[in-house]
């Protein structure tokens, strides 16, 4: 039983998953299993991966089309190990990712998922961005309503949380990761380790691209999520969260041109936390725009 288990989605990325898969297997913590789901690829995939079949560790599955989050599932199923890590075909991993995140596991008792901060490359692997959003420890749910600040890439979750609270919710289709990350935070310990430990790879076809959908999704499964985890943290603290989340709605709309939705996610942040003065700043520059 290895001690972590890395989770590879993937579907039609024979361009990029062997360099990911060799981030993986170069990491300075070996003892590690690679578990990779081809969610019914119809490219190249089975044939580039077959020289990493000569490691041991490397377990491969195919399945008919999916989608991500059930090839994750059928995954984490399928592992065995005290930790879990996430690593998406066309990402990278830097090579003491694993070492660094176990170390602070030992140096933070209570916590449940370490994550760090990652890098942008473009589809030929050229780094674009080095800025990170900011990022968080502790109890962070009314951080993770007001934006997802956790990088799946970058994060190392303890096996018992998913044992406790279930895996990806297969019906979300967008920002899986959210919705998991908010479930957990309603339990669980983050600890946030400041560090590039992963390079994220921006591409057009993306579906985390699509501001609008993503925005939508993540409307979704805020209300879902409070509707069932309302009672996990303070009135004052949801509010607090969910109205930051309609300012950033309202100022991309309005970046946009989308007037009436920028006025809705005003009016919804008002609603919810109208003495914010983060709620009167977006309300000015939605309603006065620069120039």
Known sequence: MATVSVVMPTFNRARFIPSAVASALAQ?????????????????????????????????????????????????????????????????????????????????????????????????????????????????????????SVSITTALVKRRCFEEMGGFD???GVADDYDLWLRFSARYRFHYEPGIVASYRVMEAQISSDKR?????????????????????????????????YCRSARYFASVGEREKAVRALFLAFRNSPMDSVVWRAVFRVLVPRK
């Not at 998406?88 to 901060?117: M, T, Y």
């Not at 985890?229 to 509010?239: G, I, V």
Request: hydrophobic share 35%.
């Open 213 to 245: 959908r993503r925005l939508a999704a993540n409307e979704m499964i805020i209300r879902n999520f409070l509707k069932q985890y309302a009672d996990e943290l303070p009135r004052k603290d949801r509010r607090w969260g969910v109205s930051r989340f």
């Open 170 to 172: 297969t019906l979300v």
């Open 28 to 148: 300075t913590y070996a003892d590690l299993e690679l578990i990779i789901v081809d969610d019914g690829s119809t490219d190249d995939t089975a044939r580039v991966l077959e020289p990493f079949f000569e490691d041991g560790r490397v377990r491969y599955f195919y399945q008919s089309n999916q989608g991500q989050s059930v090839a994750r599932n059928y995954a984490l199923a399928q592992s065995s190990g005290e930790f879990i890590a996430f690593l998406d075909s066309d990402d990278l991993w830097c090579p003491d990712k694993l070492e660094k995140q176990l170390r602070a596991f030992d140096a933070n008792p209570g916590v449940d998922i370490v994550h760090g901060d990652e890098v942008l490359i473009n589809e030929q692997g050229e780094v674009i961005s080095r800025k990170n959003m900011r990022r968080y420890s502790g109890r962070i749910t009314r951080q993770l309503l007001a934006d997802n």
